[in-house]
Structures are given as structure tokens and as C-alpha cells.
Nanobody, 124 residues
Framework: VQLQESGPGLVKPSQTLSLTCTVS??????????WSWIRQPPGKGQEWIGY???????NYSPSLKSRTAISRDTSKNQFTLQLSSVTPEDTAMYYC?????????????????WGQGTQVTVSS
């Protein structure tokens, strides 16, 4: 299984950050897994943003829920993160990753496949 993030590396404040994760070697519609977005700001720890399940249901971090939307395109085996009203505090390395549905999705050590990450900077 391979995951690959893509999207703009620079976003202006107040705009919407949009990233896509393309998955190969496994279907995002299987009920066995959650497909998550995780980020790591410079000098800080990793932060779980949310996931989309094989059923298409979603779950978001309470601290980001009001600004986050995760969707998918099953025909392309891709899932997308949209984070609105960004500020410089949203500057981070953004990762997509997979975890088994029975595992605790907040325990990032349980994730078995990760993308290489993509740097997003929020700046005018």
C-alpha cells in the first residue's frame, strides 16, 4: 500500500487549504480501515486532524472540527482534506495515513502506512 499527498505548498491566511491523498495497492472503500489526516507543526508533536472510513463516514478532531472537511473520490481512490480559514498556526507537515478500524485511531503508533508528507506554509 502506498499513500501520496499532493497540494499547494503555500496558502494565504483566511483561505482554504486543500490536500489530496492518492492511495495505491488498497481500496479506500474497505471497511477494515480508517484513512486519516495528521499534521506536525514545526517544533511540535503530531496532531490527528480526522479520518474518513471505508463507509464514507467521517470523524474530526474537536479542536478543528468547525474548519475541517474530509471527502473522497472512490473512482480515483483518493481522499481529500479541506481546512478553511487558515492562519499561520496551520503551517505544518501534513500526512495521510491508514489505521485498522479496530485500533485506537488517536494512537499514531498504530498507523501502518503513511504518506511521505507535504509541507504547507500559511503566509501572505
Amino acid at each position: 500500500v502506498q499513500l501520496q499527498e499532493s497540494g499547494p505548498g503555500l496558502v494565504k491566511p483566511s483561505q482554504t487549504l486543500s490536500l489530496t491523498c492518492t492511495v495505491s495497492g488498497g481500496s479506500i472503500t474497505t471497511n477494515f480501515y480508517y484513512w486519516s489526516w495528521i499534521r506536525q507543526p514545526p517544533g511540535k508533536g503530531q496532531e490527528w486532524i480526522g479520518y474518513i472510513a471505508g463507509s464514507g463516514s467521517t470523524n474530526y478532531s474537536p479542536s478543528l472540527k468547525s474548519r475541517t472537511a474530509i471527502s473522497r473520490d472512490t473512482s480515483k481512490n483518493q481522499f481529500t482534506l479541506q481546512l478553511s480559514s487558515v492562519t499561520p498556526e496551520d503551517t505544518a507537515m501534513y500526512y495521510c495515513a491508514r489505521v485498522q478500524a479496530g485500533e485506537w485511531y488517536l494512537e499514531l503508533g498504530k498507523y501502518d502506512y503513511w504518506g511521505q508528507g507535504t509541507q504547507v506554509t500559511v503566509s501572505s
